[in-house]
Antibody, heavy 117, light 108 residues
Framework: EVQLVESGGGLVQPGGSLRLSCAAS????????MHWVRQVPGEGPVWVSR????????RYADSVKGRFTISRDNAKNMLFLQMNSLRAEDTAVYYC??????????WGQGTLVTVSS | EIVLTQSPGTLSLSPGERATLSCRAS???????LAWYQQKPGQAPRLLIY???SRATGIPDRFSGSGSGTEFTLTISRLEPEDFAVYYC?????????FGPGTKVDIK
């Protein structure tokens, strides 16, 4: 069974940084593309970033390009999201997710990021 | 970017009734790369349907998906108490993959 556990969320001031982590188990992590998806409570989820299985290809939503960096450590079954220059509009629950072909059949429980002074 | 619109915003029904949820895309979703998710308060979304009509592992057969092109439907044949939740559609044919705003199914 796919298990994904996020950590690293919290309260940060505008302009600050946070690093989210996602620990994966129950599947062959090194074979799967991984994604970060965020959701403001009461709104639909929004895709943020993805990384391919070996980590040499990444892609970002326009809203986070140049500020966020996705990475992975296949030896440790870990996914990361480094978030810099945070803005109020980045406030959301952040999920790591995986699945074949673009839909997501594995989600973590989410970690809340709040950007506020 | 493909924009997804879901209707109605809220659907108020009783257990045992049939629920019909709509998802409309701003452009054609070719190859029926359309998924449906269920989300309950405090939980992550759960995949119900992919490929517009294929049920994910462990999803009861009272959930069914249909449609093509720009019009898709999720049908719950007989609502069980655990089905009252928010439902989202998602397209994965064109990056960025986008979700709809959701339909809330609540108890009448």
């Amino acid at each position: 069974e796919v298990q994904l556990v996020e950590s690293g969320g919290g309260l940060v001031q505008p302009g600050g940084s946070l690093r989210l982590s996602c620990a994966a188990s129950g599947f062959t992590f090194s074979s799967n593309w991984m994604h970060w998806v965020r959701q403001v409570p009461g709104e639909g989820p929004v895709w943020v970033s993805r990384i391919n299985s070996d980590g040499n290809s990444t892609r970002y939503a326009d809203s986070v390009k140049g500020r966020f960096t996705i990475s992975r450590d296949n030896a440790k079954n870990m996914l990361f999201l480094q978030m810099n220059s945070l803005r109020a509009e980045d406030t959301a629950v952040y999920y790591c997710a995986t699945g074949a072909g673009g839909y997501y059949n594995g989600w973590g429980q989410g970690t809340l990021v709040t950007v506020s002074s | 970017e493909i924009v997804l619109t879901q209707s109605p915003g809220t659907l108020s029904l009783s257990p045992g009734e049939r629920a019909t949820l709509s998802c409309r895309a701003s452009q054609s979703v070719s190859s029926n790369y359309l998924a449906w998710y269920q989300q309950k308060p405090g939980q992550a979304p759960r995949l119900l349907i992919y490929g517009a009509s294929s049920r994910a592992t462990g999803i009861p057969d009272r959930f069914s998906g249909s449609g093509s092109g720009t019009e898709f439907t999720l049908t719950i044949s007989r609502l069980e108490p655990e089905d009252f939740a928010v439902y989202y559609c998602q397209q994965y044919v064109t990056a960025p993959f986008t979700f709809g705003p959701g339909t809330k199914v609540d108890i009448k």
